[in-house]
């Protein structure tokens, strides 16, 4: 390593620093201001933990939170079973057809969720299912599934198939195999794809926004109506702990899924 | 992440094997069965509804038309609001490049160990959080009187407002806020995966510095940058709630219209119809990247 290079990498280092400050500075100021007693925000900041009580208070917003989680939760179930039952039949079987079938997972990540979103209002509304948390429940799940197809088949990978084999042929039935050999090995995969799930969901505000009915919304669409009306507290002290929760979640996938690779 | 990923990796594996009669319908049945529910009968039925020449709910009749596509190449109107639309996404794809190629270079080739894991979660971490809630705490940073300008005037006494919210500006910087982990997370893997001795082997060989940026890595990195770019450029070209909270008068792209076609007006063909435009043109920039992207999968 040349002496010259040594400033070069601490300026990279500034940079990244200085990047990571844009990223988390509307955080930052977020979850600040939800402790400030002003309603407009002003500073110097009067600290204060008004707005949590006021939330506690607010049962609109506990409400849209409580669906949010309903939903996220259903969603979650639906489709890490539906996913991981496909992503084991993409990795267990060649067949004709099969690279079509891959192909078909890119539109729900690929199309812009306001496209997704118009369409299903509109086919939902055509076909009598209707809005409300049950077509949100359908829409989650649709963008959930790619995402946990991929994540499971990325675990799949590091799988040796002739552990089922061997399982077969030791007299276990198909069900046993998959019960006692595939899944337990499978484990860290699923609850890496059933907390992205989650996220997606939990986060989902396009497709919410089209499907949820006056009266009877998830969080992210009482958050945007009520930012439309005009900037109430409360949503800063919400928001502040969605995002501690959403947080909290990627940590969890991190525990059990190596994002960018081998390290 | 995911556009590598899934090329790559959504059952690759040994499947030597064919399947048994009932395993395939059993198990990939009910999640395509899912999907053709919630995207493609709907997408079909938007494709029908276009078509129409209003929206055929309660007592009206509606008729087959093309005017609604017609209409969108007549009337200036909707061109120059694809147009912007575009535009936005195109400035929000190159500022996260330039903000995010450094970015990632540094993270893969100068920082190692259990410092770049953390930094690396540090990164996608604000991605985690709720697009909206993000956009709404920029607010709070560009308006009058907020953060950003409290902190200008403390610097320098009598600046001034800056008067950034609700303009163009603050529409890019929260797009690019929303959108630049995406672009550092692809790039990163790309170059993640270049072998250090590459790049050795070009200094030692006398190229300097750039030359080996220019003609080694960037060239190898190209594949996550254009993942990147499109992960970014589609949402970008369809976001409405970004322009609309953050722009004000002036957030009104081929996004919002299309959103009050179907909250607002009622107007469900025209707002399907436009939809299949963009999508349309979406399609057109997919296959015209086609040969960078699938570079990408080898």
Known sequence: ?263 | MTVRTASETAGEGTAERRPPNRALPAMLGPAYLWLAVTIFLPLSAMLYFSLLTETPFGERVAAFTVQHYLDFFQKDFYQTLMLRSFRLGAEVTLYCLLLGFPCAYVLAKTIKGRWREALFLLIILPFWSNALVRVFSWTMVLRGNGVLETAVNWVFPDFGSLGLMFTYPAIIIGLVHSYLPYMILTTYISLQAIDDSLIEAARSLGAGRLTTLRRVVIPLALPGMAAGSILIFVPVVGSFMEPRILGGRQGTFIGTVIEDQFTAVFNWPLGAALSFIMLGFVLLIFALSAPVLRRAGS
């Open chain 1, 1 to 263: 390593m040349s002496r010259r290079r040594l400033p070069l990498t601490s300026l990279g280092r500034v940079y990244l620093g200085a990047v990571l400050l844009f990223l988390y500075v509307p955080i930052i100021v977020m979850a600040v201001m939800s402790f400030n007693a002003s309603q407009l925000y002003r500073l110097p900041i009067e600290w204060s933990g008004v707005w949590y009580e006021r939330l506690a208070g607010n049962a609109k917003l506990i409400d849209a939170g409580l669906n949010s989680l309903g939903v996220a939760l259903v969603t979650t179930v639906i489709a890490s079973a539906l996913g991981t039952l496909a992503a084991i039949a993409f990795f267990r079987y060649d067949f004709r057809g099969k690279k079509l079938l891959q192909i078909l997972l890119f539109p729900p990540i690929a199309i812009p969720w306001l496209i997704i979103g118009t369409s299903m209002l509109i086919f939902f509304f055509w076909i009598g299912i209707g809005r409300g948390l049950h077509a949100m429940v359908l829409g989650h799940v649709a963008l959930a599934l790619p995402y946990v197809i991929i994540v499971v088949s990325a675990r799949l990978k590091a799988f040796d198939p002739h552990l089922e084999e061997a399982a077969r042929s030791l007299g276990a039935s198909q069900w046993q195999t998959l019960r006692y050999v595939t899944l337990p090995f499978l484990a860290p995969g699923v609850i890496a794809a059933a907390l992205f799930a989650f996220a997606v969901s939990f986060d989902q505000f396009v497709i919410s926004y089209f499907l949820a009915v006056p009266g009877v919304s998830t969080l992210p669409v009482e958050i945007y109506t009520a930012i439309r009306k005009g900037f109430t507290p409360e949503i800063n002290a919400i928001s502040t702990i969605i995002i501690c929760l959403s947080m909290a979640v990627l940590l969890g996938v991190a525990r059990f899924y190596k994002f960018g690779g081998e390290r």
